[in-house]
Each structure stands twice: as C-alpha cells, then as structure tokens.
C-alpha cells in the first residue's frame, strides 16, 4: 500500500486532478485548466483522472465508470434520488463500481507518482456516488495530501434533497479528514460547509488570467456572425450558459424582445448537459411566443479553433464574446460566475441578475454593470439601450470593469491562496 506522509521533509512536486469529467468547456474543467495553468507555472507537474478527458494522453488515466454520464452511474442516480429507500442491490451495485474505481486511484497514484490529489467537485455534487466514496476511502487509506475544490454541494440543488442514499452524502459529499484541505468558491458555502458538517474551509474565488489581456478579434472568427443567421446592423446577444432551469433564460428572451430589434435574436452558447430536455423546450416555446429567435450554437464551440466532422469551422468561447454586443447572465443561482469574469475579462457589456453570490461575493467590490432583481423592468431596457448607443459610457463601463476584476479575480489572486494550501502539507 502507499502511504503519503506529512512532514516538513514531504516534498510535493506531481499533482492529480480527480473528476469526472475534465473535457470541454463546463465550468469545473475550466477551473481545472486555470489551476493547471498556475500550479504549472510553479514548477508544479499536473495528471489527470477521469471518465471524459481532452488531456494529453500521457498525464491521464481514463477510467469511463468515472463519468457521471456512464450507464451504470445513471442507473444508480435513477434508484437513489427521488426516493426513500433503495434497493440491496442497488448498495451492491455502488460497492463494486466503488472496489473499481478505488483500484484505479490506487493505479493513477503509482503511475504518475501523485504526492498530492485536487479532487474537483467528485467530493461535492453527487453526481457519481461510488466516484466519491472510492476518493474518500484512498483518502483515509493513504493519508494523501488532498485539495478538495468544491464548485456546488447537494444541499443547494433540489433534485438532490428527496434521496435513499444519505448514508454515502455524509460519508463523502464531502468527507472530513485529517489530511484533506477543503476550497470553496463563495462565502455562503463556506458558511454552509462549517455549519452543516463543521468543517473549516478557504474560499478561493474563480478567476481569469486578467494580467495578460485577451487578443483582439481576428480573421478566424468574423465570419461567425454570418455562420449563425446574423446580418450587418443586427445585435450579437449571447447568454453563454448551459440551457438548465436555474439560467432563467426567459428573462434574456424578454430583454431581447423589449430591445425592438429589427432581428430580434438570442445566441445560447452551451448544451443541455445533465438536467434534460424538458426546460430546452419550454424556453424554445417561450421565444417563439415573445417573436424572438433562439440559437443555440454548441455544435459550433469546441475548447479549440479545428475543423469539425462535417468540415466546418469550431470555434472557442472565447471567439463568441470577441463578437458579442452585450451579454445576459439572468441566473437565479450560481456557484460563483465564470461566465461574468469571462464577460468583464473580454470587455463587454453585461446584464446580470442580482443572484446570491452576486449580491455577496461580487457587487461590494464595484463592477459597473446593468442589474435586474428578478425581472425586466423598463428601467434595465433603458440602460442597456444607453450603453450601447454610446460608445463613451460603454468603454468606460467595460474598462473600470477590467481593472476591478483584475484586482479581485486574477491567477495572481489563485496564486497566493493555492500555494499557501500547499505549503501547509509540506
């Protein structure tokens, strides 16, 4: 067995990220590649585990039951929320996906040398079950120094709360160890987290390599307007979200609507991801009622610039801001908001609904940004239509903004707290 002592002679050069899935462009693999990229830059080497990866081959252990999308996932996820009780071999079905998947850390570990693991919200959400109680049970096995990054918990999604699985939520979402760190991305569920489990926690904001400012709009991308149906005079909307409930979707379709455009278009730049299809087809008929069109462009973005299956051009999120005129980021609830730093970081400007976290986390620090609470008022229409028709006010907006987030929300900020973390175990 490898046992991971924690002594000043300990010495942490090789880091493993854990998740299940790093491919794309989701929120999580994007906060992988942010801390990649730190951690990388000091001196640090980064590996992979998970049961999607768009990693370099020879730092990643792909493990499909991994995934939170595997089939035999899915038909524990179906047996265990929305119900009380669960079946014996339901329980057996976990044990032995949990035997597997504990055996392939154990493999990663060996492989790739890890002297610390960043289990990457695989100990928050539960969206794959034996994928958390195999992390907690290495954990306790090895004594492995353990930066557990915790995006979103159970308790704050209702799908979760009706369950026949409570016994592994507190066993491992998330675990309270001896030699686990544990990071979150927003004060209230750092208040959460020591309330609900007694667990103390940093909180370590998401972030944007804000020092290096992002590259003007190029050739590649100016035909992306035309690609998607847009003509010249016609406004690039975007609401760069997943199509899930908690986006609020219906108040971007009302602010478009109430803009008067003579091509009233919404861009919509994520899949549908885990939560079905039902809330797609009630916002698709939500816009065609309200007269505006939705465009939903996931088949176009990739987490590069490539040529696509059928020859086409792919294109990265970020080419959809480069091109964008205003952004709308109505959410009801977030983690944090990469798609407001992104947003800030490619100098647009956004209307943002006064979420929790928002009101919390990153309002007191000042961004100059278009509010609503809840609902369109003519009051959010009117400032929109002054930001965009005067070119001195949105530049102002977009550049203080800048230098907020730069202050707030850089790798600079990532730097210090991550390396802190680290020297903790060495």
């Known amino acids: 067995m490898v046992i991971f002592p924690q002594n000043p ?5 090789n880091i493993g990220f854990v998740s299940t899935r790093i491919a794309g462009t989701d929120g999580v ?6 801390w990649a990229e730190v951690l990388e830059r000091n001196r640090y080497e980064c590996f992979y585990f998970a049961g999607e990866l768009d990693r370099a081959k020879e730092k990643s252990l792909l493990v499909e039951e991994a995934y939170f999308d595997h089939p035999l996932i899915q038909e524990i996820n179906d047996e265990v929320f929305g119900k009380r009780s669960r079946k014996r071999e339901t329980s057996g079905a976990v044990q032995e996906i949990k035997n597997r998947l504990k055996a392939a850390l ?8 890890i002297h610390l693991i960043i289990p990457e919200n695989a100990l928050s959400i539960p969206m794959n079950i034996p994928l958390g109680i195999a992390l907690s049970e290495f954990i306790a096995e090895t004594g492995i120094p353990t930066i557990a990054h915790h995006h979103d918990f159970f308790w704050e999604r209702p799908r979760f709360l009706i369950n026949a699985c409570m016994d592994y939520l507190n066993m491992a979402f998330p675990p309270y160890l001896p030699s686990i760190k544990h990071v979150v991305i927003n004060s209230l569920a750092s ?7 007694g667990i103390s926690n940093s909180i370590v904001p998401n972030v944007l390599d804000f020092a290096n400012e992002p590259p003007p709009l190029d050739d590649y991308c100016t035909d992306l307007r035309e690609r998607i149906g847009l003509h010249d005079g016609d406004l690039f909307i975007l609401q760069p979200t997943r199509v899930v409930p908690r986006k609020w979707i219906e108040r971007s379709i009302e602010i478009v609507r109430n803009l008067n455009l003579s091509n009233p278009v919404l861009v919509i730049s994520h899949a549908l991801d885990d939560e079905g299809t039902d809330y797609y087809l009630r916002v698709r008929d939500y816009s065609e009622s309200m007269g505006v069109k939705l465009l939903t462009i996931d088949h176009l973005i990739s987490s590069m610039r490539c040529l696509g299956a059928d020859g086409g051009k792919l294109y990265r999120t970020a080419d959809l801001y480069q091109n964008a005129d205003l952004v709308t980021y109505p959410s009801g609830y977030e983690g944090f908001g990469n798609a407001f730093l992104e947003t800030i970081y490619y100098r647009k400007p ?11 986390d990153i309002e007191p620090v000042g961004f100059d940004v278009i509010v609503l609470d809840g ?3 003519s009051q959010v229409i009117a400032g929109i239509t002054n930001v965009l028709n005067n070119d001195d006010r949105r530049q102002a907006m977009v550049e203080h903004n800048y ?3 730069k202050r707030y929300f850089s790798y600079e900020v990532l730097e ?3 390396m802190h973390l680290i020297r903790t175990f060495e």
């Open 9 to 13: 002679s300990y010495h942490i050069k």
């Open 416 to 418: 210090e707290k991550l």
């Open 350 to 360: 956004i209307v943002v609904n006064r979420y929790s976290i928002y009101i919390a």
């Open 375 to 377: 609902f369109v008022s």
């Open 403 to 405: 230098q907020i987030g």
């Open 106 to 113: 154990y493999e990663f570990a060996e492989q790739f040398d």
């Open 29 to 34: 693999s994007l906060e992988i590649q942010k």
């Open 191 to 197: 208040e959460q987290l020591s309330f609900r489990r």
